[in-house]
Structure formats: C-alpha cells, structure tokens
Nanobody, 124 residues
Framework: EVQLVESGGGLVQAGGSLRLSCVAS????????IGWFRQAPGKEREGVSC????????YYADSVKGRFSISRDNAKNTVYLQMNSLKPDDTAVYYC?????????????????WGQGTQVTVSS
C-alpha cells in the first residue's frame, strides 16, 4: 500500500519556525520527486516546493523563497520542509505528493501519490 504521511504541523506565532516531514512507503522512493503543496480555506492549491530524485536545485514558489528549505533523506524515505520566518499567510493545510517528473522552474509534475495533509496555523 502506497502511503505518504505528513507530520510536524501545528500552531506557531508569526516569525516562528516549523519543520514538516513526509514519510513515504509502498513505492520506490528514490525514483520519485517529492513536492509540498498547500491549500488555505477558499484558495486554490499552491505548489510550495519540490525536490528531485537527487538533492539538486529544488523548486520554491516565490512566496516562500528565502524562508523555506526542502531536503530529502533517501535512506529514511523522508522529505522535510523547514519553514522559517512564518507569516499568517502561510496558514494552510500542507500536503506532500510524489511524482515521476519535476522541473526546477515549474515545480512538481502531475502527482501519482498524495498524503493526507497536516495543518499549519500561523498567528499574528
């Protein structure tokens, strides 16, 4: 069974930090790019960041550049999203997803698998 399980969300004050984790199982993790998306109430889903099969030139949305950092540990089938200098606008449900393609300028290709999401709430 394919699973992507996110964790690390929570409530934090503006300016604070959180680290999200996405643990994958049921597929060959090394063969997939992994991305983070978020969706706030009443807004469209937004691609936040993604990382290819090797830890080279990750993609970041303009809204998070310089504040978020993505990394992967293939030995642990895990991708991390370090989120610093959080803003109330970062409040959303954050999802990780896996896809066989990605682009350093455009982000993750059409995902094959999705996680269930983790809530991030940033208070002002």
């Amino acid at each position: 069974e394919v699973q992507l399980v996110e964790s690390g969300g929570g409530l934090v004050q503006a300016g604070g930090s959180l680290r999200l984790s996405c643990v994958a199982s049921g597929f060959t993790f090394d063969d997939y790019a992994i991305g983070w998306f978020r969706q706030a109430p009443g807004k469209e889903r937004e691609g936040v960041s993604c990382i290819g099969q090797s830890d080279v030139r990750p993609y970041y949305a303009d809204s998070v550049k310089g504040r978020f950092s993505i990394s992967r540990d293939n030995a642990k089938n895990t991708v991390y999203l370090q989120m610093n200098s959080l803003k109330p606008d970062d409040t959303a449900v954050y999802y990780c997803a896996a896809a066989s393609s990605w682009h350093p300028h455009y982000g993750l290709g059409d995902p094959d698998y999705w996680g269930q999401g983790t809530q991030v709430t940033v208070s002002s």
